[in-house]
């Protein structure tokens, strides 16, 4: 089992950049796809990002690509989502995931594990 924590919301302005963090803990998070997702207001909750257990491989949703960028470190048990060039419509409740696997997913119901979620607002 892993417990997450996240960090690093706040108010930006459009075209600037925040980034998030989430801490992992346990001592086989190594094994977990780790996931960012997002829920505004009177939406569902939506995919955003995805990094490989291993960190070499990533995956993007189609309306952050090229403006986000998904890490990780091993060594800290963390996760970041750089968050640049950011828009109004990138407002929302971001939220990290986690769950044991060998693959890259992109589905709500594919993660077990969830953070209590960061709010991140972006004025026009």
């Known amino acids: 089992q892993v417990q997450l924590v996240e960090s690093g919301g706040g108010l930006v302005q459009a075209g600037g950049s925040l980034r998030l963090s989430c801490a992992a803990s346990?001592?086989?998070?190594?094994?977990?796809?780790m996931g960012w997702f997002r829920q505004a207001p009177g939406k569902e909750r939506e995919f955003v990002a995805a990094?490989?257990?291993?960190?070499?491989?990533?995956y993007y949703a189609d309306s952050v690509k090229g403006r986000f960028t998904f890490s990780r470190d091993g060594a800290k048990n963390m996760v970041y989502l750089q968050m640049n060039s950011l828009k109004p419509e990138d407002t929302a409740v971001y939220y990290c995931?986690?769950?044991?696997?060998?693959?890259?997913?992109?589905?709500?119901?594919?993660?077990?594990?969830w953070g209590q979620g960061t709010q991140v607002t972006v004025s026009s």
């Open positions: 990094v490989w257990r291993s960190g070499d491989s990533t």
């Open positions: 346990g001592r086989t998070f190594s094994s977990y796809t």
């Open positions: 995931a986690a769950r044991l696997g060998s693959y890259i997913y992109t589905s709500v119901k594919q993660y077990p594990y």
